[in-house]
């Protein structure tokens, strides 16, 4: 797998997924029109700001509450390329990795790692670089069944690729 | 097996709703197998922006309406039979114990009352689930709640999942599952034990699970009269991560303030809370119960100057049911507004979202910042009890 290089954005614990996409747009089907709205009522400059390969840190429980997918969607579809975490809760968690939104847990990385830093994430070996401050941190690499899904580009291409 | 283990097992109920099927069945299209695996082990539930609140809400109806009359799906609930996803699929003895069911909707774990194992999932979890009938899962380890002791009169099952909630926090749970036993049990109804489970995931984790007992047999007994099942129950020997005893009897009225459902009071630490409005009902609390409890605080009263009072029966049956007990007339006289089943407002969908600063007692589920419309909005999770009390005083107020 490839690796994520990009700035980051910053938030800290029990970002849950009606201010990562409020349900007022959930009507909305279309990944692009879901990203024109992620994080709008915890970070108004988010859609503003954020450039395509930039990466989201956060701190606890990361993805709590409902299991609309367009949580993930919407963020993958805003040009996020990786999102560090102390934990997610698990349907986000389950979500990202079915719509090949690269995560990772990472609870020192998270806590120290701050808004604006330059960051870097070998999904392979789970290591991210910090490269404002030189530091490095171990994540978790995923399991190779989920290294599997991720891989084959979602679960749906490897139930595909298993038939 | 043993937790941590990855297993896949088979499915015996794949569920979603008007918000998360039209993205599964989207997904579904990808797949080179075409079909579905079983046209009864299917539930599409319209319910949570329905009668259709704008023109997308409509587009994603008749997307899951097409679906479900192409495929012959022999579950789909349209207005007029649907219900609130998580009341209506056990009324319609669809969750059996035993059974393992995913939904696309995080209160799917509802169903761990009735000694079933299901969880929340996502919408290609979902598309995944009806086509092949299989999904995969993390065996998770478990957190034990002994409950001893007997409730007073105007302590409810939200009272006991939010004290839980309040306790072990909003992740206390995370990747678990929430095993609830001992005596006190037997004292807890249906409706009560599905309020419970059904906010398993307010705490992270993956399902909440009751064992089968004589309230279950006697329930089961009335929605699926025919149907077998096999009770699972845990072993002698389980091992768990930790494990807790709650004595019912010493459970007081619990409310959560905003805008964590891990920010919980009871009434000695709540000061003056004047409110604008009121919701009862969702998959949390809009059981028969609930009404009932909420109706006999609110007979021959009035709901307070300058409150709104929003009554959603949960399902089309609760709804007759409450109108031949006489329970929407005590709302009606007591001011309330008594609304078809929807989620509506709990999400900030429809029917009731808040404006500005305005502040809500709701029996949901959820009181995240923005969750029933502006972001300095605020909610307070609670029973209906404590909805209802609040209702007529005009401010957080303590039933009894």
């Known amino acids: ?163 | 097996m043993t937790a941590g283990q990855l297993i896949e097992a088979s499915l015996d109920l794949v569920l979603g709703n008007d918000i998360t099927s039209p993205v599964a069945i989207k997904e579904m299209e990808k797949f080179k197998k075409e079909g579905v695996f079983d046209k009864e082990k299917i539930a599409l539930v319209l319910d949570h922006f329905v009668p259709a609140k704008d023109i997308k809400s409509a587009e994603n109806c008749k997307c899951v309406r097409d679906f479900s009359g192409a495929h012959g799906i022999t579950n789909f609930f349209d207005v007029g039979e649907m219900g609130i996803e998580h009341a209506l699929i056990p009324e319609k003895g669809l969750a059996l114990p035993g059974d393992l069911i995913i939904g696309a909707d995080s209160h799917t774990c509802t169903y761990g009352a009735l000694g079933a194992f299901s969880t929340g999932v996502g919408s290609t979890d979902m598309a995944a689930g009806m086509a092949t009938g299989k999904s995969w899962f993390k065996v998770p380890g478990a957190l034990r709640f002994e409950l001893t002791g007997k409730p007073g009169p105007y302590v409810m099952g939200k009272d006991l999942i939010l004290h839980i909630i309040g306790l072990i926090g909003v992740d206390g749970a995370l990747y678990r599952s929430m095993e609830f036993t001992g005596e006190g049990i037997q004292y807890l109804n249906i409706d009560d034990r599905m309020t419970v489970t059904n906010m398993a995931i307010e705490a992270g984790g993956k399902n909440g699970i009751f064992p089968v007992d004589e309230v279950t047999k006697a329930y089961l007994e009335e929605v699926a009269p025919c149907k077998a099942y096999t009770a699972v129950e845990a072993d002698a020997d389980a091992v768990y991560d930790e494990s807790y005893t709650i004595d019912l009897s010493a459970l007081q009225p619990t409310v959560a303030f905003p805008h964590l459902p891990e920010n919980t009071k009871t009434f000695d630490e709540i000061g003056d809370i004047p409110i604008d409005q009121v919701v009862i009902g969702s998959c949390t609390n809009g059981h028969i119960s609930d009404l009932r409890m909420a109706a006999k605080l609110m007979a021959g009263k009035r709901v307070a100057s300058g409150v709104r009072c929003i009554v959603i029966p949960a399902t089309q049956k609760i709804y007759l049911q409450a109108l031949e007990e006489g329970l929407i007339k005590t709302f009606i006289e007591a001011g309330c507004v008594v609304s078809t089943p929807t989620c509506g407002p709990c999400l900030g969908g429809y029917m009731g979202i808040l404006a500005s600063g305005e502040r809500c007692v709701s029996t949901t589920n959820r009181n995240f910042v923005g969750r029933m419309g502006a972001i300095d909005s605020e909610i307070y999770l609670a029973s209906p009890a404590v909805a209802a009390a609040s209702a007529v005083a005009g401010r957080l107020a303590c039933p009894g």
Request: proline content about 4%; glycine content about 8%; aromatic content about 6%.
């Open chain 1, 1 to 163: 797998m490839e690796k994520a290089r990009g700035t980051v954005f910053k938030y800290g614990d029990n970002v849950d997924t009606d201010v990562i996409i409020p349900a007022r747009h959930l009507a909305i089907t279309d990944p692009q029109g879901l990203a024109a709205h992620c994080m709008e009522d915890i970070d108004k400059e988010f859609v503003n700001k954020v450039k395509a390969g930039d990466i989201m840190v956060a701190e606890k429980n990361f993805g709590c509450g409902s299991s609309r997918e367009h949580a993930p969607i919407a963020i993958k579809a805003s040009g996020i390329s990786v999102v560090i975490a102390e934990t997610f809760a698990r349907i986000f968690y389950r979500n990202a990795i079915n719509i090949g939104l690269p995560i990772i847990e990472c609870a020192e990385a998270a806590r120290e790692i701050s808004a604006g830093d330059t960051v870097s994430v070998d999904f392979d070996s789970g290591l991210i670089t910090d490269e404002t401050t030189g530091k490095t941190y171990q994540g978790q690499a995923f399991p190779p069944f989920m290294q599997e899904i991720i891989n084959a580009g979602g679960l749906i291409n490897r139930i595909n690729a298993n038939a």
